[in-house]
């Protein structure tokens, strides 16, 4: 955790806020929550709370017997209750009736498209599921997804539900060498891939990425490739299956067995402080409830006429919870998009929102700021009058891209919300209800009903006003249920800091009226546009090239990605080894997001006489602020060179 100086400059860094937006009256009329009636029944009883969402969101096979078992810091929800996760997400919308509904309006960044319905979609889960069990995967099994932004994505994580096996979805920006480790981590069984996928107007190859892996990863038998990207790829014979053969083959009928409501559903790896990337455990019952009760009402979603889209891509928690399982379970609508918002034009987004009607738009705030730099024009050029609710995730999102999000997106008419979670906490945690909450640009407002946070100073006592750390003090139908292989390492992170308290690694603060502000993380893990990447795992990555002797990474504010990788790296005696050379081999290493905007080669690391690299005062030379006292440090003429160097070196884009 980063040193009490560091904190309090976080802490302070923001200025209050005063403009507010109250729910528009004509909103709220309409709106499912337009009152404090639900936060009030919640702080009554936060499990009768979730127990009642529980019977009016999920179907139960077998009702639960205890609502919720709490043997901190292990949490299970509706015990000894069973059900299907994939039977809630389409099997009963079909036996409604529903079965024409359009699930996915799927679009692929060249303009091609395809619409699924309920019943199309259903159908090819039970076809993969058969495909999946006739591979030899059983329940408790892993099966990765190494796949981009196609509806197998989806459809393979419903079929592992269905036959309750685990999927561990990697994001297809990862590496090689970043599958290989989560899959072996994992110890999957089978790989779900792709050819490749479109991106910018380009194939890029997925499978000769995943057959790089596989030559290092023992425990997958078979390896199912899905045919997107049309480029040439080498199959191994008894391993390797074309994804169209098989579901032509399979047998289309696949009941949904019921699974305990803390069955595996799935592991998804995130960043934390060390190098190695943490299998983050979520089960059925409690994660399924919570993800429909969120989408549901942080989107005031309207199945019957809403169409709701959000961004994010498979890989990561929020395609989880709110492209696959939240949208699903309720039955909603959704456009998913396979590419950049820049192809062929700056306005693609703006327009798939105008040609297919979309109502609930979801988003992060690198995006936004994204927007903002290509000009109010790109959206004016399109009629965006279907949207009414505009969410953001992934990062705080500054007042100003609020705003320009309000007015320039959502015709000033759109309740934003700003929600706040993590991979950790498996659904929203704090965001408005747009119907009931009044809004101030930049604040995530309040804990939704049925959450507890609390910020506390950094002897963990509460604070009420200011600046603090952000815990959680109740346990959450959606809460991770434990780090995959790794029972001290989930102690270690999330509840030793503070006792009795999950903490989440991020700074907050309250304002006078109790709304909270989130500031970002206080640990060392750094939020490049949304993603969490780890500095120590960019500096494990640089001291494994060979020329490279040490090396200290640290985020810097960056306008457009909130954060910015920059490093600084230390060369071994008489090495030689370029900027590019050394961005392209963190690229290769972990993936393209985790690779260094700027790279200043340096003789010395700034150090505190113990032998601790200064991070703070790194993360000021790259910010370009002034330096206070320098004093504590093994050598203060460290920092000169430094910030000569940081004055000449030019930024990579
Ligand atoms: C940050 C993404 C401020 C935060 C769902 C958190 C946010 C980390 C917000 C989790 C928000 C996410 N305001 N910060 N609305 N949403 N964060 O696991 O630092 O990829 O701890 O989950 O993103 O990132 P993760």
Redesign the pocket.
Known sequence: MADAEQTHETIDAMSWESRRFPPPVEFARHALVADTSMYDEAAEDDEGFWARQAADLVTWATPWTTICNWDLPYATWFVGGQLNVAYNCLDRHVEAGLGHRVAFHWEGEPGDRRTITYADLLDEVQRFANVLRGLGVQRGDRVNIYLPMVPEAAVAMLACARIGAAHSVVFGGFSSHSLADRINDAEAKVLVTADGGYRRGEVFPLKPAADEALTSTPSIEHVVVVRRGGNEVTMVDGRDHWYHDLIAAADPVCPAEPMDSEQLLYLLY?SGTTGKPKG?MHTSGGYLVQAAFTHKFVFDLHPETDVYWCTADVG???GH?YIVYGPLANGATSVMYEGVPNFPGNDRFWSIIEQYGVTKFYTA?TAIRTFMKWGDAEPAKHDLSSLKVLG??????NPEAWMWYHEHIGGGRCPVV????????GA?M??PLPGATTTKPGS?TFPLPGISAELVDDHGQPIRHGGGYLTLTRPWPSMMRGIWGDPDRYLRTYWSQYPGRYF???GAKLDDDGYLW????VDD?M?VS???ISTTEVESSLVAHPAVAEAAVVGANDATTGQAIIAYVILRSGATVDEQALRTHVGQDIGNIAKPKTIYFTPDLPKTRSGKIMRRLLRDVAEGRNLGDTTTLADSSVVAELQRRAGEAPSED
């Open positions: 995130t983050i990561w928690v929020t919870s705030p953001s995730v992934g990062e705080p999102i700003d929600t706040w979670w993590q991979t950790e906490t929203m704090i965001s995530a989440a690694g991020d989130l500031l970002g993380r893990v939020n949304g993603h969490r």
